[in-house]
C-alpha cells in the first residue's frame, strides 16, 4: 500500500531557510502536493509538482522531486513567523485519490 | 470561484447520540468530495469519497456512514457516537479531471463526552 513519510518537527530560526522532507513509496505516483495547516484550520494547497519534473519554483517556495529516491521536499526561503504551521505532503495514486504524510510541525523561532 | 462550506464548527455530544456533518461546495459542479478525520497531533484518515450523487466509498469499517443527496453537498452521519468518534472533520472537494488536488473546508471539531 502507498505509505507517505515525514518527520514530525522542524524548528527554524527568522529569516533561514526550511527544508521539509518527505518520502514515498508509491512510484505509479503522478501529482505530489504541499499543504500547510495553520492551528483549527483546513489545508490549505500550497503547491503541486507533476512527477515528470523535478523542481518547481514559486515566490519563496520551492520544491524538488528525486523520483528515483521516492523524495520529495519544500524549501522555504527567508522563513516568516507567519510560516509556523503543519505541513502535509501527499501523492495521488490512481484517479481520485490523495495519500498523506503524517504532517510535519514547523516552528519559526523570532 | 470556488468554496467549501463545513457546519457546524464545533459541535460537542455525548456518547450514543447522533451525528450530522454538513459540507457544500460552490461554485463547481460534479467534483468529487471527500471526508477525512484528523485526530488530535495526527495525519489525515480518509473516511469516505464520492464521484457522484448516491455514489459512496467507505475506506475504513467504523461508526460513520456518509451520503451524498445533492451534487454539491455531502454529509456525513452516525446513529450513535463512541468516544472515539471524537476529531477534527475535514470535507475536500476536486475536480474530476486535471492535476486532482484537493481543496478543503474549514473543518468541524467534533468533541464526544
Known amino acids: 500500500g502507498e505509505d507517505v513519510e515525514q518527520s514530525l518537527f522542524l524548528s527554524v530560526r527568522e529569516g533561514d531557510s526550511s527544508v521539509i522532507n518527505c518520502t514515498y513509496t508509491?512510484?505509479?505516483?503522478?501529482?505530489l502536493y504541499w499543504y500547510k495547516q495553520e492551528p483549527g484550520a483546513g489545508l490549505q494547497l500550497l503547491t503541486y509538482?507533476?512527477?515528470?519534473?523535478d523542481m518547481k519554483q514559486d515566490q519563496r517556495l520551492t520544491v524538488l522531486l528525486n523520483k528515483k529516491d521516492k523524495h520529495l521536499s519544500l524549501r522555504i526561503a527567508d522563513t516568516q513567523t507567519g510560516d509556523s504551521a503543519i505541513y502535509f505532503c501527499a501523492e495521488k495514486v490512481g484517479a481520485n485519490n490523495l495519500f498523506f504524510g503524517t504532517g510535519t510541525r514547523l516552528t519559526v523561532i523570532p | 470561484s470556488q468554496t467549501i462550506h463545513q457546519w457546524p464548527a464545533t459541535l460537542v455530544q455525548p456518547v450514543g447520540s447522533p451525528l450530522s456533518l454538513e459540507c457544500t461546495v460552490e461554485?463547481?459542479?460534479?467534483?468529487?468530495l471527500y471526508w477525512y478525520r484528523q485526530a488530535a497531533g495526527r495525519g489525515l484518515q480518509l473516511l469516505f469519497y464520492?464521484?457522484?450523487?448516491?455514489?459512496i466509498s467507505s475506506e475504513v469499517p467504523q461508526n460513520l456512514s456518509a451520503s451524498r443527496p445533492q451534487d454539491r453537498q455531502f454529509i456525513l452521519s452516525s446513529k450513535k457516537l463512541l468516544l472515539s468518534d471524537s476529531g477534527f472533520y475535514l470535507c475536500?472537494?476536486?475536480?474530476?479531471?486535471?492535476?486532482?488536488?484537493?481543496?478543503f473546508g474549514p473543518g468541524t471539531r467534533l468533541t464526544v463526552l
Open positions: 508509491d512510484s505509479s505516483s503522478t501529482y
Open positions: 461554485g463547481t459542479s460534479n467534483p468529487n
Open positions: 509538482i507533476f512527477s515528470n519534473m
Open positions: 475536500a472537494w476536486s475536480a474530476t479531471s486535471g492535476p486532482g488536488e484537493q481543496f
Open positions: 464520492s464521484v457522484g450523487i448516491g455514489q
